[in-house]
C-alpha cells in the first residue's frame, strides 16, 4: 500500500491528500484511507463558492462501512468539484490520486501548505499507525 504514495503530493494526518497548482490545490483522500474505508457509495462535497478552513470539516464520504469527514487543510474558497463523482463515486476507490480528486480550492494562505506532510513522512506516519 505504501507504494502508492505519489512522491508530488503534500499529505494531512486525515489521510487527505493535496496537489499544488499555482494558487489553487486539489483534494482528495489517500489510498490508505479508501482502503480502510471499503467501497464509496456517496459523497456530500461543498459548493464552489463556498469557503473552506483549515482542519474543519469540507465534506462527508459514505461507505460501506462508515461515513467519515472530509477535511480542509487550508482556508480559501472552492473553485470547483468533482461532479462526475456525483455519479460515480466508486471512482475514489479505483483512481483515488487521480479522477477521484474531489475540489479544488483557492489558498487563501499559501503558508498553510508549509505543516502538510511529504510522501516520505506520510509513509512514517502510516508505519507509526500500524
Excluded at 22 to 39: C, K, P, R, S
Amino acid at each position: 500500500m505504501h507504494d502508492q504514495i505519489p512522491a508530488e503530493l503534500l499529505y494531512t494526518k486525515e489521510h487527505e491528500w493535496v496537489r499544488r497548482d499555482g494558487e489553487t490545490i486539489t483534494l482528495g483522500i489517500t489510498a490508505h484511507a479508501v482502503e480502510q474505508l471499503g467501497d464509496i457509495t456517496m459523497l456530500t462535497l461543498p459548493e464552489p463558492g463556498d469557503e473552506v478552513n483549515a482542519g474543519e470539516r469540507a465534506g462527508d464520504i459514505d461507505s460501506v462501512k462508515a461515513v467519515s469527514e472530509l477535511f480542509s487543510p487550508v482556508d480559501g474558497e472552492v473553485t470547483e468539484t468533482n461532479e462526475a463523482l456525483a455519479d460515480a463515486p466508486e471512482t475514489v476507490n479505483d483512481d483515488p490520486y487521480g479522477a477521484g480528486w474531489m475540489i479544488k480550492v483557492r489558498l487563501s494562505d499559501a503558508g498553510q501548505l508549509d505543516s502538510l506532510m511529504n510522501a516520505e513522512a506520510y509513509r512514517a506516519f502510516l508505519d507509526e499507525e500500524a
